[in-house]
T-cell receptor, first 115, second 117 residues
Framework: GDSVTQMEGPVTLSEEAFLTINCTYTATGYPSLFWYVQYPGEGLQLLLKATKADDKGSNKGFEATYRKETTSFHLEKGSVQVSDSAVYFCALTLLMDTGRRALTFGSGTRLQVQP | DVKVTQSSRYLVKRTGEKVFLECVQDMDHENMFWYRQDPGLGLRLIYFSYDVKMKEKGDIPEGYSVSREKKERFSLILESASTNQTSMYLC????????????????FGPGTRLTVL
C-alpha cells in the first residue's frame, strides 16, 4: 500500500546550518505531498505542500520539490534557527478503497537546533 | 482563525473504563479524523468521518468507535480502555475533496495525551 519513509532523527544542527530531511514515498497514482510541523506541546500544522510533479512548496524559508522520478519530497532550509526545533512529518494523500481520501504520515523527524 | 479544539489536553483512566475524547471544529468542515501518535510510528489513522453520521475505518480501528451526530463534533470512544491505548490522540478536519482530486490541508487540534493505568 501507499507509504512514506522519513529519515530517522533526531537531527541536531547549529543555528544557521543547512537542513535536509529526506522523505521518500510509494504510492499508486499521483498523490499530493505535504510537510507538517509539530512544535512542542502543540498539534500538527501544515508547513508546505505540492500537488503535482515538479511543484515546489515553500513557506517560512523551507522548501520541498515533488520529484516523481525519485519518488521523493525532501525538506530543505538554508539557515535554521533555534525556533525551528520541532518534529517534522512528511505525508501523502491516500486513496482508500471506498474512493475517499485520507493522509498517511511518515514516522516524523525531530530537529534540534542549538544556539 | 481556524480552530480545532479537543476536550482535554491530559487524561488518566483505568483499565476497563469507557473513555470519550471530544473534538470540535468551527470551520464547517465535512471531513474529520482521529489519529493516534506514538514514538517511532508517526500518526496512524483510527477513524474518519466524511459527513454527519457517516464514518469509515482507518488503519487501526480495533478497540475504538466513533460518533458524529453534528457536523462540528467528532467523538472517539474507547469502550473498555486498555494499557496499549496509552497514546497521544490527535483530531483533524478538512473540507470535502474537490472533483479534481486535489487534497486540502488538514487542521489539527492540540492533542489529548491519554494514559491508561
Amino acid at each position: 500500500g501507499d507509504s512514506v519513509t522519513q529519515m530517522e532523527g533526531p537531527v541536531t544542527l547549529s543555528e544557521e546550518a543547512f537542513l535536509t530531511i529526506n522523505c521518500t514515498y510509494t504510492a499508486t497514482g499521483y498523490p499530493s505531498l505535504f510537510w507538517y510541523v509539530q512544535y512542542p506541546g502543540e498539534g500538527l500544522q501544515l508547513l508546505l505542500k505540492a500537488t503535482k510533479a515538479d511543484d515546489k512548496g515553500s513557506n517560512k524559508g523551507f522548501e520541498a520539490t515533488y520529484r516523481k522520478e525519485t519518488t521523493s519530497f525532501h525538506l530543505e532550509k538554508g539557515s535554521v534557527q533555534v525556533s525551528d526545533s520541532a518534529v517534522y512529518f512528511c505525508a501523502l494523500t491516500l486513496l482508500m478503497d471506498t474512493g475517499r481520501r485520507a493522509l498517511t504520515f511518515g514516522s516524523g523527524t525531530r530537529l534540534q537546533v542549538q544556539p | 482563525d481556524v480552530k480545532v479544539t479537543q476536550s482535554s489536553r491530559y487524561l488518566v483512566k483505568r483499565t476497563g473504563e469507557k473513555v470519550f475524547l471530544e473534538c470540535v471544529q468551527d470551520m464547517d468542515h465535512e471531513n474529520m479524523f482521529w489519529y493516534r501518535q506514538d514514538p517511532g510510528l508517526g500518526l496512524r489513522l483510527i477513524y474518519f468521518s466524511y459527513d454527519v453520521k457517516m464514518k469509515e475505518k482507518g488503519d487501526i480501528p480495533e478497540g475504538y468507535s466513533v460518533s458524529r451526530e453534528k457536523k462540528e463534533r467528532f467523538s472517539l470512544i474507547l469502550e473498555s480502555a486498555s494499557t496499549n491505548q496509552t497514546s497521544m490522540y490527535l483530531c483533524a478536519s478538512t473540507v470535502r475533496d474537490r472533483a479534481s482530486g486535489s487534497y486540502n490541508e488538514q487542521f489539527f487540534g492540540p492533542g489529548t495525551r491519554l494514559t491508561v493505568l
